[in-house]
């Protein structure tokens, strides 16, 4: 039996003459579906990390106010399975072994029935998520901090905006007759992907640990809902947020369900995997893969020593802490060797141990790679801001117009334009009197300050171009930037981190991630396969359908490296003094606000 449907699809030729050509040795492949911000996207992934297919659709966002976002999980639903038809399209379903789901951590709400309901005062049920990006609980998240609980220690000491404990005291205080009330189910996107493939109701302990405050071995905290006055939530036993939950790439139930499979272009029966936040699949798409031969500082290192930097709207920072920092390890494998082989199953270890970072969230115990803590430092608004930046100026019709003439991206036209215009200085120098400060969504790490705002320092006169290339260059340095603040202040609570590994959207951009590097003073490494973040969801397949014995084992062999990156050091004083100034930038803005406020 074949997999069809009359959809077309995008696909890696090379992969799929591999696909005919070895049809008769039973290839095993792999699904994975990542429901991104703005679009959703499958890939068709075989047991060596290489994407054969993948294809994309993009998905609605609606902004009925400013600092509201919200989706439809139909809608999310429909593109997931339409994107999955397109690429198991003329492939042998005995072949296709395994499905696996990651999506931003929005929040969705149904009712009894799994039916959606409304998170807006307009009623429109459609409408029934709150996506992961929505600031619209600032009152409620302040009044959750100002409690210090100690579920708080596991979120850098400040719980985000962003998380879904402070939008469930929103819709209680907001919607509660339409919306608090009739809720059945409170579902981070992740798992209501899983259950709308299996009908179960399990959730992934990667978004429980991450965004609910449930810990691997303590569970829900009775009294953190209370004092919030969520006790609701505790009184039904947490059904309605979740109390079974399942590993990362776990299998649940009994795989695709029949009206699931039929809807997905899939045999019934596949194994599901438990889900990852869309971040996290990139971490596990890139980070644990073999870099024997490249000469990099993290060779024979355990994985401690590496960050995965997922980067697309926003861009989170993954590093993994671990017992026994100093031990060494074979070139082949970066896990310890007593945790090489953990069971997916195990939740709890007593030998790990755990960094708190001010600021940066975690840590959290299994949330990405069973038997190892997470932290994870991150920037609301990266690739949006690059596009806010690049589109709000006054000379974006002309490079619109410029690109599509040379017939190349508008990043790719304006990374050219700056070779074109920095003469004999390297890019990076252009800047040397525009500086920005990146925070116009607030900072999520180190400083956990939602109200500070973006900076620009250094403007002129000049509407052309050139200007708007150089404005382009001095925020991609200010994320580059942000993310050594985060570095800084990981390595200042013990981590020892030493390579980046990058993936996701603005992966493939080469002056954002060169600036990484010489800005951080760390080689970048990026992945073999440009969509890391759908191998990392194709992996948790593979460990579902039981052809892996640990999502690690699925991790080293179909994570690869590609091209990597190194700092240019000759640059290293340019870009200390950046940063000096970047410091400045927070500084003189809390000043400000401070001058003002005793008005």
């Not at 603040?485 to 954002?512: D, R, Y």
């Not at 951080?520 to 014995?549: N, R, Y």
Request: charged share 20%; net charge neutral; glycine share 8%.
């Amino acid at each position: 039996m074949r997999v069809c449907s009359p959809l077309s699809c995008s696909f890696n030729r090379k992969a799929l003459l591999k696909m005919h050509s070895k049809r008769q040795t039973s290839v095993k492949y792999y699904v994975g579906i990542d429901v991104g911000s703005a679009s959703v996207r499958a890939a068709l992934v075989d047991e060596f990390g290489t994407v054969a297919k993948h294809a994309e659709q993009p998905i609605q966002i609606w902004e009925p106010q400013p600092d509201h976002y919200e989706q439809s999980s139909a809608d999310i639903w429909a593109a997931c399975c339409a994107v999955t038809k397109k690429v198991v399209c003329g492939v042998d379903a005995s072949q296709i072994r395994g499905v696996g789901f990651d999506a931003t951590c929005s929040l969705v709400v149904v009712d009894k029935q799994f039916q959606p309901l409304a998170v807006n005062s307009e009623g429109q049920n459609n409408r029934n998520v709150i996506m992961w990006m929505d600031h619209r609980a600032v009152s409620q998240v302040d009044r959750i901090n100002a409690t210090q609980h100690r579920v708080l220690r596991y979120v850098g000491g400040v719980m985000s905006v962003e998380m879904q404990p402070p939008k469930l005291l929103w819709i209680k205080e907001n919607l509660q007759e339409s919306c608090w009330e009739k809720a059945g189910y409170f579902f981070d996107l992740p798992d209501f992907l899983s259950w709308k493939a299996t009908g179960v109701s399990a959730r992934s302990l990667c978004t429980l640990v991450c965004k609910w405050t449930y810990t691997s071995d303590g569970g829900w905290d009775d009294s953190f809902w209370k004092m919030i006055g969520l006790e609701d939530l505790v009184k039904d036993k947490y059904e309605r947020i979740g109390n079974h939950v399942l590993s990362p790439g776990e299998s649940v139930g009994k795989g695709l369900t029949p009206e699931a499979a039929k809807e997905l272009g899939l045999p019934e029966g596949i194994a599901v995997a438990a889900s990852l936040i869309d971040a996290h699949a990139g971490g596990l798409g890139v980070i644990g893969a073999d870099v024997k031969g490249h000469n990099l500082p993290c060779e024979n290192q355990p994985i401690t020593s590496r960050v995965a930097l997922i980067c697309g709207t926003s861009s989170c920072h993954m590093g993994n802490t671990v017992f026994g920092e100093g031990m060494h390890v074979s070139s082949h494998s970066p896990f310890p060797p007593p945790l090489r082989l953990i069971n997916i199953n195990r939740s709890t270890s007593v030998s790990e141990t755990p960094i708190f970072v001010p600021g940066v969230w975690g840590p959290y115990f299994s949330a990405m790679v069973p038997g190892l803590w997470l932290n994870e430092g991150g920037q609301s608004a990266t690739g949006k801001l690059i596009e806010h930046v690049v589109q709000g100026h006054v000379a974006f019709p002309e490079l619109k117009s410029k690109a599509a003439a040379s017939a190349q991206s508008i990043y790719t036209y304006l990374n050219s334009h700056l070779d074109l215009i920095k003469k004999s200085l390297p890019v990076g120098f252009l800047t040397v009197d525009l500086h920005v400060w990146p925070d116009f969504h607030g900072n999520r790490s180190p400083l956990t300050d939602l109200t500070l705002k973006g900076m620009v320092v250094g403007l002129t006169l000049s509407r052309g171009l050139d200007e708007l290339a150089l404005i382009y260059l001095a925020t991609i340095q200010a994320i580059a930037l942000g993310t050594r603040h985060i570095l800084e202040a990981m390595a200042a609570a013990g981590h020892h981190v030493n390579t980046l590994f990058l993936c996701g959207g603005l992966s493939k951009n080469p002056l954002f991630v060169q600036m990484h590097a010489d800005i951080t003073g760390k080689p970048v490494v990026l992945s073999k396969e440009v969509e890391s973040v759908l191998v990392g969801a194709a992996i948790l397949g593979a460990c579902a359908s039981g052809d892996f014995a640990s999502i690690q084992e699925a991790m080293a062999k179909m994570g690869r490296i590609g091209r990597v990156v190194r700092p240019n050091h000759e640059h290293k004083r340019f870009y200390d003094k950046k940063y000096e100034v970047f410091l400045k930038l927070v500084e003189h803005q809390r000043e400000y606000r401070s001058i003002m406020n005793s008005f």
